[in-house]
């Protein structure tokens, strides 16, 4: 998982090769050309599409769509669900990666793993545990009963499962990126009588703040784009639990094309601006 | 050390990751554990052998190995052309590899369908060109996972490619190998443990992947039902115990793969030299 959301350096990519190392004209051109439509066929038209069937009925048709009261609701439902979840993970991810890279413990590589274990755990099953803790037939089921609280097919529940979707990624970021930075500043800080939180403010955050901010970017993508969790402890309930993405299926499972898309060129649109700004890090790391 | 050093805020820092870490991870998690100690071991074997539940698991991994052994082949091609070629548009293509590792998979999900069922783009083209349906069928999950899996191996095969020293290959042409030869003897050798670890990592991933799959699979039980929405069917059924058991035997399917990758990894590293 690390190798996927560690920046490439860009510049790198085009390195000339000495002439023997070069490979036939025809041999490259072929790989570039599968290659190309590879990619063409399996990112560049699923992309296309998304724009294409959202706006075929027109644009009035497409912000109807978005405008209906379901749609808001949706909407306003996935913001509230990013904007509980990213900080907390947040601010998770800040503490894991100070605690794991600044200090050495027993169970340092437990602890690691133990933050990653999210990430290899189906999306569907991370919404059943949630069920089996908080559910009718729950651990907590019947005390949540008698008290007329109402977590599972509720937004407390989802808001949980989306916790526990994107919980690694934003230590996933720092901690490989601290590890690699090694102290010396901070210790440099400190000894010159810095306390610890203006060397944090002043030292640390400055030299991790563009993994942060891509750690951040990526947990907001899959928090407010997760599905199968979301879908487990939601219930599908019209207007009131569901998010964007299920809000898509419903309306794509009846046959309401337009709406459909029109949520999706949304979650596409978000997906597409990860993506730049993705990118642009990557430009920013390799300037440096 | 932890004492010793200078640095403040362990003990803040520390608990609560433990705390965060136990209460949205952990405990949650060990549900699942103790909810299937109330099964017993014939329960157990009742719930699993049946014969709806292998067909799920059935489809499940095979479709993920195949999604993930075309995803490595083609996969290794872009990664190998992104990294040693220039071309128009490279730079474009480069960054729409993470595309499908952004997009949500319900959106992932309701496109794919689109295009390859029969009267889709491509579907259509398929179905008149070839006679070969896509979605709908076990193929379809496999187109779905196909996507999903793209970034997984590109991304691992990459960084090995472009920090691979050009002086081995220079060393084996001028000894007057073949460009074939080097490729077969030298390069691929090199990659080959990255490229089993983006496989890995592809077919973990597709093994629970649910989103993506479930509008083109056609979901038929025992031909194109996979094990996640047996899962999902189980609970709107309200037979916990059916769900949990499954639940539990993909989890610990996944934890083996999950160590199998980690150390494929630490073997990537010891060859590179990093360890």
Redesign the interface.
């Given at each position: 998982?690390n190798?996927?959301t560690?920046p490439?350096n860009?510049a790198?990519?085009?390195e000339r090769?000495?002439l023997?190392?070069q490979?036939?004209d025809w041999?490259?051109w072929s790989?570039?050309a599968?290659?190309?439509s590879?990619?063409s066929?399996?990112?560049?038209?699923?992309?296309g599409?998304?724009i294409f069937?959202a706006l075929s009925k027109g644009i009035e048709a497409y912000g109807a769509a978005l405008s209906e009261p379901d749609a808001l609701a949706a909407i306003r439902l996935t913001l509230l669900t990013a904007m509980v979840t990213v900080p907390?993970n947040t601010?998770?991810g800040v503490?894991?990666a100070?605690?794991?890279t600044?200090?050495?413990?027993k169970g340092k590589s437990l602890?690691t793993?133990?933050?990653?274990?999210?990430f290899?755990?189906?999306?569907?099953?991370s919404g059943?545990?949630?069920?089996?803790?908080f559910?009718a037939?729950?651990?907590v089921g019947d005390w949540l009963i008698a008290r007329d609280i109402k977590i599972i097919f509720a937004v407390p529940g989802i808001i949980?499962a989306t916790?526990?979707i994107t919980?690694p990624f934003v230590a996933r970021q720092l901690i490989p990126l601290m590890q690699e930075m090694g102290?010396q500043e901070?210790?440099a800080a400190?000894?010159l009588g810095a306390?610890?939180w203006k060397?944090?403010w002043a030292v640390t955050l400055p030299n991790i703040k563009w993994a942060l901010l891509y750690g951040v970017l990526?947990c907001n993508?899959r928090a407010?784009?997760?599905?199968?969790a979301v879908?487990?402890v939601s219930g599908h309930i019209r207007g009131l639990t569901n998010t964007l993405?299920?809000h898509?299926?419903v309306n794509?499972n009846e046959y309401n094309i337009v709406g459909?898309?029109a949520g999706?060129s949304i979650?596409?649109g978000?997906?597409?601006v990860?993506?730049?700004l993705?990118?642009v890090l990557e430009w920013q790391q390799a300037n440096r | 050390?932890?004492q010793s050093?200078?640095?403040?805020?362990?003990r803040?820092?520390?608990s609560?990751?433990?705390v965060?870490?136990s209460l949205?991870?952990?405990?949650?998690?060990s549900?699942?554990v103790f909810?299937s100690f109330q099964l017993s071991w014939d329960d157990y074997v009742h719930i699993i052998t049946n014969k709806r539940v292998l067909s799920s698991f059935r489809v499940s991994f095979s479709t993920a190995l195949i999604a993930a052994l075309v995803a490595s082949f083609?996969g290794f091609?872009?990664a190998?052309?992104?990294?040693?070629?220039?071309?128009f548009?490279?730079?474009f293509?480069?960054?729409?590899?993470?595309?499908?590792?952004?997009?949500?998979?319900?959106?992932?999900?309701?496109?794919?369908a689109?295009?390859f069922q029969p009267s889709g783009?491509?579907g259509k083209l398929l179905i008149d060109s070839f006679g070969v349906q896509v979605a709908f069928k076990p193929l379809g999950i496999v187109m779905a996972l196909?996507?999903i899996s793209?970034?997984?191996v590109v991304?691992?095969v990459?960084?090995v490619l472009?920090e691979f020293e050009?002086s081995m290959?220079?060393a084996a042409?001028?000894l007057g190998a073949t460009?074939l030869q080097?490729f077969g003897k030298i390069i691929f050798p090199n990659v080959f443990p990255a490229l089993l670890?983006?496989f890995a990592?592809a077919f973990?991933r597709g093994?629970?992947?649910?989103?993506s799959v479930i509008?083109i699979a056609g979901n038929l039980p025992y031909v194109s039902e996979i094990?996640?929405?047996l899962?999902?069917t189980k609970?709107e059924q309200?037979d916990?115990e059916g769900?949990?058991a499954i639940?539990l035997t993909?989890?610990v399917i996944?934890?083996l793969?999950?160590l199998l990758i980690?150390a494929l990894q630490y073997w990537v590293r010891k060859r590179s030299g990093q360890l």
């Open positions: 998982m190798a996927i560690q490439v860009p790198k990519l085009v090769q000495p023997a190392l490979d036939a041999v490259r790989l570039i599968i290659a190309v590879f990619i066929l399996f990112i560049c038209l699923p992309l599409l998304v069937k907390l601010v998770f503490a894991a100070w605690a794991i600044r200090f050495e413990f602890l793993t133990l933050i990653d274990l999210p290899s755990v189906s999306p569907v099953i059943l545990i949630f069920v089996l803790v559910g037939e729950g651990w949980l916790l526990f919980f102290n901070e210790e400190l000894s306390s610890g060397t944090f990526l993508a407010m784009g997760e599905f199968g879908s487990v993405p299920l898509v299926e794509y459909a898309f999706a979650l596409a978000l997906a597409v990860t993506l730049i993705k990118t | 050390m932890a050093s200078i640095m403040p805020g362990f803040p820092a520390i609560f990751t433990i965060y870490l949205v991870v952990l405990i949650p998690l549900t699942l909810q083609f091609i872009v190998w052309v992104l990294v040693r070629y220039s071309f548009g490279k730079r293509f480069h960054a729409l590899i993470d595309f499908p590792f952004a997009l949500p998979t319900a959106v992932a999900g309701i496109v794919l689109t295009i783009f491509l196909i996507f793209i970034p997984f991304r691992t990459e960084p472009l050009s290959e220079e042409s001028s460009r080097v670890t983006g990592l973990a093994v629970g992947e649910y989103g509008f094990v996640p929405l899962i999902v609970l309200f916990i769900a949990t639940a993909m989890l996944s934890f793969l999950l980690n």
